[in-house]
């Protein structure tokens, strides 16, 4: 759904697979999908999964999603997007991307804290992370969003497996399944996003942009409901 499916070839591989970049978070939303409906919840909002591609030549799914909505465009009032989370090794911090931009940063805290895990800010800014995935267009259009990684503490041996892969498999032939890959990380990760969504459907109010983000300027006025 969101790699580079045939490529140059590296070591005489053509074959771009994109097992984390991105078929482990198309696996995650299925997972999640199927969780809720086990599980048999129903959430005050319906919850939509969305599946785009073309992300990697600049977001085209999504960005079409966003400007012709199956629902609604004033009943979608948040966005929580599974880019590349990278379970490379145990879950025990969540990485947030716009974390401190709207209000659903109280609600990822508060998913984190039931389920013992610590909570990060995006580590290296500078790469503007927030901006380079497909809930950019959703925060174009004016919906509050996050985007979620298993997160590492700077200068750890975490870290230093994050830096490695991203260097010798990101938009590689060699992120596939042969690849070191921790199911334990993928399984809380999964239930992080089930957690956050229920939480965020069942809100009597909409999420909002926080009174200081630079994207508050993408809100629309809509009713105070939904």
């Known amino acids: 759904m969101d790699h580079l499916g045939i490529g140059e070839p590296i070591n005489g591989d053509r074959i771009y697979n994109g097992a984390m970049d991105n078929a482990s978070g198309t696996a995650a939303i299925i997972e999640v999908a199927t969780q809720l409906h086990e599980l048999g919840q129903r959430p005050a909002r319906s919850i939509l999964f969305l599946a785009v591609t073309g992300e990697e030549k600049g977001e085209l799914g999504s960005r079409y999603f966003a400007a012709h909505p199956t629902v609604p465009s004033a009943s979608i009032v948040a966005n929580v997007n599974t880019d590349m989370f990278l379970p490379l090794f145990p879950l025990k911090t969540l990485m947030v991307l716009g974390l401190d931009e709207s209000d659903l940063g109280g609600d990822v805290r508060a998913v984190a804290k039931d389920l013992g895990l610590g909570i990060q800010a995006d580590p290296e800014p500078q790469r503007n992370r927030f901006i380079r995935s497909d809930q950019y267009s959703f925060i174009k259009a004016g919906v509050p969003a996050l985007a979620m990684k298993v997160g590492y503490e700077e200068k750890s041996p975490e870290a230093e497996i994050a830096r490695k892969w991203t260097a010798e498999r990101y938009h590689a032939p060699s992120d596939d399944l042969n690849q070191p890959i921790d199911l334990s990380a993928g399984g809380k990760f999964v239930e992080v996003v089930r957690m956050l969504a229920v939480r ?27």
Do not use: Y
């Open 200 to 226: 965020i459907a069942n809100r009597t109010d909409r999420p909002a942009w926080n009174s200081n983000s630079f994207f508050r300027r993408f809100a629309k006025s809509i009713p105070s409901t939904g």
